[in-house]
């Protein structure tokens, strides 16, 4: 079966550095998104990876490995705004999107 | 000027009632989908359109039933709603089934009493 991987949730401090993993076991792959929902709100758009290496986009990050199927998003200098849940979603071999359950991260003062 | 839009954001209903929700899209996609997320938080495909074909359908009730009458819309019909029914839906749309950007609509949040 298509099975996606990453922590429930992750408590961090403003200012500081977190980053939330994502391991992915999919029928094919043809790329790896990140996704940020606010409470209550819709996901959005943040990153797509399909060749192994990192992406980066002002404080946000995102790094694939294929061979190990794998991914992180690096979130930098972290604001209370950035309290959110982070969805990882892989399109497979007939371009769906397979989605995580998604990680809610918490930011502290 | 909102890209993915859809109504009603709010819907509170007693079981077994019919209930429509209607998404438009203005970004000119090709592609639009219908997402359950329940309590839990899960993101759940129910069914993608690409210009006006069903492609993905994925196992929800036959209660359920989408229609696309051109491209920038798909509507979502519900037929004798039960409990297990109350989530958000969410309308999204892409350029076309091989992108895996989405743009969503603000959510359409069913509470069935």
């Known amino acids: 079966g298509q099975n996606i991987d990453q922590p429930t949730e992750m408590t961090a401090t403003e200012g500081a550095i977190v980053q939330i993993n994502c391991t992915y076991q999919?029928?094919?792959?043809?790329?790896l998104f990140w996704y940020q929902q606010h409470a209550g709100e819709a996901p959005t758009f943040l990153s797509y990876?399909?060749l192994d290496g990192l992406e980066e986009k002002g404080r946000f990050s995102s790094f694939l490995s294929r061979s190990k199927g794998y991914s992180y998003l690096l979130l930098k200098e972290l604001q209370m705004k950035d309290s959110a849940s982070y969805l990882c979603?892989?399109?497979?071999?007939?371009?769906?999107?397979?989605w995580g359950a998604g990680t809610k991260l918490i930011i502290k003062p | 000027d909102t890209a993915v839009s859809q109504t009603p954001k709010y819907l509170v209903t007693q079981m077994g009632n019919d209930k429509s929700i209607k998404c438009e899209q203005n970004?000119?996609?090709?592609?639009m989908y219908w997402y359950k997320q329940d309590s839990k938080k899960f993101l759940k495909i129910m069914f993608s359109?690409?210009?006006?074909?069903?492609?993905i359908n994925e196992t929800v009730p036959n209660r359920f039933s989408p229609k696309s009458p051109d491209k920038a819309h798909l509507n979502l019909h519900i037929n004798s709603l039960e409990l297990g029914d109350s989530a958000v839906y969410f309308c999204?749309?892409?350029?076309?089934?091989?992108?895996?950007?989405?743009?969503f609509g603000e959510g359409s949040r069913l509470t069935v009493l």
């Open positions: 999919t029928s094919g792959f043809n790329g």
């Open positions: 359109y690409n210009n006006k074909e069903l492609i």
């Open positions: 979603a892989v399109s497979d071999s007939n371009y769906q999107l397979i």
């Open positions: 970004l000119g996609h090709d592609t």
């Open positions: 990876n399909v």
């Open positions: 999204a749309s892409s350029p076309g089934v091989e992108f895996g950007e989405l743009f």
